[in-house]
């Protein structure tokens, strides 16, 4: 089945500092991707969508120059989380979507990450 | 207020029981809903997806129900397992949205011995 790997499952960081988070699609090729941020006990929140190639459409009341996404190639997006803070930290989560879209696609399923628990202390 | 509810918020039952878990949605018009097993700690993976036509899918000892008229959906899960401790996420597409979809809070199920 289709595979989506993210790096890293953690990481710890001091506030102000920069981290970069990566997702590949490792058996497929995926035009979209999208991150999400999970806090404890809560909903995945939909944070943005990444096209490669393209910018990414940044949700309501997320910040595009503080969360930056780079889709660089049809396997790989990253989020980059700058200057980072306490209350950044969370749990973030991509998934990908296989084939190129379109009507026939949306009934199949998203492949989830096993995210990464970033704690900015 | 979430547009797709669940419950029970959280379910502690004996290994080999059954269980049905329940979701409730607002969100319309949609094109399918989807229910997810999310481990802790790891990403959600998909249990089953149903369109608006569909009454039931199974996957396994996993049986997704829904009823588009009552705008509900339900997940019965049987002979529990140890391993099907988890959080159970019930996700609902809307029609023309692209892929944006609408997740709800999650029940915590706790299968014990």
């Known amino acids: 089945g289709a595979v989506v790997s993210q790096h890293p499952s953690w990481v710890i960081c001091k506030s102000g500092t920069s981290v970069k988070i990566e997702c590949r699609s490792l058996?497929?090729?995926?035009?979209?991707m999208f991150w999400y941020r999970q806090f404890p006990k809560q909903s995945l929140m939909l944070m943005a969508t990444?096209?490669?190639?393209?910018?990414?459409?940044?949700e309501q009341g997320v910040e595009k120059d503080k969360f930056l996404i780079n889709h660089a190639s049809l396997t790989l997006s990253t989020l980059t989380v700058t200057s980072a803070h306490p209350e950044d930290s969370s749990f973030y989560i991509c998934s990908a979507k296989a084939g190129q879209g379109g009507s026939s696609s949306y009934n199949s399923p998203l492949h989830f990450g096993n995210g990464t628990r970033l704690t900015v202390t | 207020k979430n547009q797709v509810e669940q419950s029970p918020q959280s379910l502690i039952i004996l290994e080999g029981k059954n269980c049905t878990l329940q979701c409730n949605y607002t969100v319309s018009p949609f094109s399918n809903l989807r229910w997810y097993k999310q481990d802790t700690g790891r990403g959600p993976v998909s249990l089953t997806i149903m369109t608006f036509s569909e009454n039931t899918k199974s996957n396994g000892r996993y049986t997704a129900t829904l009823d588009a008229d009552t705008k509900q959906s339900s997940l019965h899960i049987t002979a529990s397992q140890l391993s099907d401790s988890a959080s159970y996420i019930c996700v609902v597409r809307l029609t023309g949205g692209g892929n944006k979809l609408t997740f709800g809070t999650g029940t915590q199920l706790k299968v014990e011995l």
């Open positions: 058996d497929f090729q995926a035009t979209t």
């Open positions: 990444s096209n490669e190639g393209s910018k990414a459409t940044y």
